[in-house]
């Protein structure tokens, strides 16, 4: 008994050790050139965070706004940056923002995560908030004000015509749609014929599918594990329905391993493999995201479905209801 207490003392020891070796390692940082600009004036934004090369640095999800303040107009590829220490990697990304407030506007913390090889500890830096002043217009009143410029005279052109040329048509539409509606009568054929029920395509699915998560406000109301419950369900669906892989009895590593490298391009694979450790995390580990990590998991997964999705799917009944429909119109 005292022996298994003994090993359970040094595990827990090692534990310690490990957290306080990462949080040392884990340095994120935000600048910007300039803290005063006009109002809708663009300024960059640089992240720059450094962590042991062993390992993996979980970046944010930046899409269009930071916070509510801040909007993001254009983001850079991050770099990774040689250092002094062979064993530290420093990644930067460049960013240019804006707002469209007055007055004193804050770029909130952001929150980088680091996760060791065999996934076991995690580590969380967040950078320092950055206070921005944006200057309102400044308008001349000693200046004259100019005249109110009359109604400009508008000659006949095709889009004032466009209304009456599509009520013809219409018209014209409705004639013909009588005519084949009467002779189908005639011939004792129904008018309309029904169409088998569609099958959707996977992307399709996956889509409508996170539409309904997004709508449920899971991890707004601190229910983090049944919303990446939800989401990774969601990707693992996709993965199987799109990619033949049995997905949702594989751990995250065997379904990074087994999709294919032809089809998925680098950024995509991130994104899916940055959700589903923050994922496994938050099931497992207790984590407990912030709101810009919990937006940026969902869009992380329709960026995925978008950039794998079939081009081209063409279905069998679609080409039945052609055929079908082919013969009715040489028939009338």
């Known amino acids: 008994m005292r022996k298994t207490y003994y090993i359970l003392f040094l595990l827990s020891i090692a534990v310690i050790y490990s957290n306080s070796l990462f949080s040392q390692n884990l340095n994120a940082i935000a600048n910007t050139d300039t803290t005063q600009l006009p109002i809708g004036a663009p300024v960059n934004l640089q992240l720059k965070v450094s962590a042991p090369k062993e390992g993996k640095v979980l970046w944010p999800a930046l899409n269009d706004t930071i916070g509510n303040q801040i909007v993001v107009l254009s983001s850079e590829k991050r770099d990774t940056a040689t250092t002094n220490n062979k064993d530290i990697q420093t990644i930067i990304q460049n960013l240019k923002i804006t707002s469209f407030d007055t007055g004193n506007v804050v770029i909130p913390s952001i929150a980088f995560k680091y996760v060791a090889p065999d996934s076991m500890f995690s580590e969380e830096s967040q950078t320092a908030p950055i206070e921005l002043y944006i200057n309102s217009p400044k308008v001349d009143t000693t200046k004259v004000f100019?005249?109110?410029?009359?109604?400009?005279?508008?000659?006949?052109?095709?889009?004032?015509?466009?209304?009456y040329i599509g009520g013809g048509l219409l018209l014209a539409i409705i004639v013909v749609i009588a005519i084949i509606i009467i002779i189908r009568r005639k011939n004792a054929k129904p008018i309309f014929t029904p169409k088998p029920k569609p099958v959707i395509p996977p992307h399709e699915l996956a889509v409508q599918k996170l539409e309904v998560l997004k709508g449920k406000t899971l991890w707004q109301n601190s229910k983090f594990k049944e919303y990446y419950t939800e989401l990774t369900d969601i990707a693992r669906e996709y993965l199987n329905n799109r990619f033949n892989i049995f997905a949702l009895e594989m751990t995250t590593d065997e379904i990074m391993s087994s999709l294919p490298k032809s089809e998925i391009n680098e950024q995509a694979r991130e994104k899916l493999y940055n959700t589903l450790v923050l994922a496994d995390l938050v099931k497992f580990a207790k984590e407990k995201p912030t709101a810009i990590e919990n937006d940026g998991c969902l869009m992380n997964i329709y960026d995925f479905v978008k950039e794998t999705k079939l081009k081209e799917q063409i279905l069998e009944d679609e080409k039945g209801i052609e055929k079908n429909n082919n013969k009715d119109i040489k028939e009338l």
Do not use: D, E, R, Y
């Open 146 to 163: 100019k005249p109110i410029v009359g109604p400009i005279h508008q000659s006949l052109t095709f889009w004032m015509m466009a209304p």
